[in-house]
């Protein structure tokens, strides 16, 4: 089965608190991307990142970090010293390389940073 | 500005009309899909097309109709609109089916009554 799991539904934190959104995936394939897209209030995906199975090294952009493990199947995407902006919904995704290449989605963590 | 455009925006529409969603990319992606978001559940893939002539069926695709006559457009048909088809679609294109990354439309917020 090709499948990503959003465990957290809905997370809030106050503003400066560190917050890591967690996303576990299952796939058949050995060769697979996995990507994290963010959805602010206005709607639009936005791209974060994308990462491929055989990179396991862990990436750091300004505030944002992803921690992909694929021990445990999981790549987590944390967000340090958080700020009102980065509410917003956040989608993991797998592209698996096999014979079905569709981008599945996880259901979602809605993030709201209050002030 | 190079990208996806998706129209309308926003469309309400009766139950049993037919309509048909516009997306069309300018950055000669041979692959482009439709999806749909409901709330809890991510996005769904409902079509997608390899390339211009080529089109199949995704997660959801009961209902809806594409066609790709071109390498810039991937219309959506909704032939009977339902009630369950009242959702946020959006389209994506790809230099390559799997792995690129994906370009996102703004999406189409679509009610049913």
């Known amino acids: 089965a090709q499948k990503v799991t959003q465990a957290q539904t809905e997370i809030s934190v106050v503003e400066k608190e560190d917050v890591t959104l967690d996303c576990v995936y299952e796939?058949?394939?050995?060769?697979?991307?996995l990507f994290w897209y963010k959805q602010p209030p206005s709607g639009e995906l936005v791209f974060l990142i994308r990462?491929?199975?055989?990179?396991?090294q862990n990436e750091i952009s300004g505030r944002y970090s992803w921690n992909f493990q694929k021990s445990t199947s999981s790549f987590n995407f944390t967000i340090t010293a958080s700020q009102v902006v980065d509410s917003a919904v956040y989608f993991c995704a797998l592209i698996p390389l096999g014979d079905n290449n569709d981008m599945r989605f996880g259901a979602g963590t809605r993030l709201t940073v209050k002030p | 500005n190079a990208g996806v455009t998706q129209t309308p925006k926003f469309q309400v529409l009766k139950t049993g009309q037919s309509m048909t969603l516009q997306c069309a990319q300018d950055?000669?992606?041979?692959?482009m899909s439709w999806y749909r978001q409901d709330p809890g559940m991510g996005l769904r893939l409902i079509h997608y097309s390899v390339g211009a002539g080529i089109t199949d069926q995704g997660e959801v695709p009961n209902g809806y109709n594409v066609s790709r006559s071109t390498t810039e457009d991937f219309p959506l048909r909704l032939l009977s609109a339902a009630p369950s088809q009242t959702s946020v679609y959006f389209c994506?294109?790809?230099?390559?089916?799997?792995?690129?990354?994906?370009?996102f439309g703004s999406g189409t917020r679509l009610t049913v009554v």
């Open positions: 994506a294109s790809s230099y390559l089916q799997g792995g690129s990354g994906y370009t």
């Open positions: 990462r491929n199975s055989f990179d396991e």
């Open positions: 950055m000669n992606h041979e692959y």
């Open positions: 796939t058949r394939d050995t060769t697979y991307y």
